[in-house]
């Protein structure tokens, strides 16, 4: 190792999300209900050179492996991501995120009108387009900042 290396340590069980888009590895955070009080164990790295992306981020996590629900909505931010599941520090499934059709209760709809954002009794779903996501209920479209729009777990 020379003295320009970063050594970041291997993990022995949890899940490695690699070719997140640089700058959104603290939205992927925010998606998985991680921040400096939940006691998990995390390595990130931001704006990393990247063959693929130019720049990328990367989140380790010990100790947990992803839900599918946790992956779909992963995809919206980061469509380009790997998910790596690690079981003794060896690297025994990966796999490519793929965007799911639709995602049901995970984003809020931006319009106060909406009614997923009243008072009733009914779960957001949004159907995920190229270029953003859809309220299957108001037709709102959301192309940026998908991340803010994720409700809280």
């Known amino acids: 190792m020379t003295d320009t290396e970063l050594r970041v340590s291997k993990i022995e069980d949890g899940t490695v999300i690699d070719h997140i888009a640089g700058g959104q590895a603290l939205n992927v955070l925010a998606i998985l209900g991680i921040d400096g009080g939940s006691g998990e164990e995390v390595s990130v790295g931001m704006n990393v050179p990247s063959d693929r992306l130019g720049r990328k981020d990367i989140v380790k996590v010990e100790g947990r492996e992803l839900s599918q629900n946790e992956v779909d909505v992963l995809s919206l931010i980061a469509p380009a991501a790997t998910i790596n599941i690690v079981r003794e520090f060896e690297v025994v499934e990966k796999h490519r995120v793929t965007r799911p059709e639709t995602v049901a209760g995970v984003l ?5 009108n ?19 996501v859809r309220c299957t209920y108001c037709e709102t479209i959301v192309r940026e900042s998908i991340a803010a729009h994720i409700s809280a777990a």
Not at 108 to 112: K, T, V
Not at 114 to 123: K, L, V, W
């Open 108 to 112: 809020s709809c931006p319009n106060a």
């Open 114 to 132: 909406c009614i997923s954002t009243a008072d009733e009794p009914i779960e957001s779903r949004f159907d995920v387009l190229e270029e953003g």
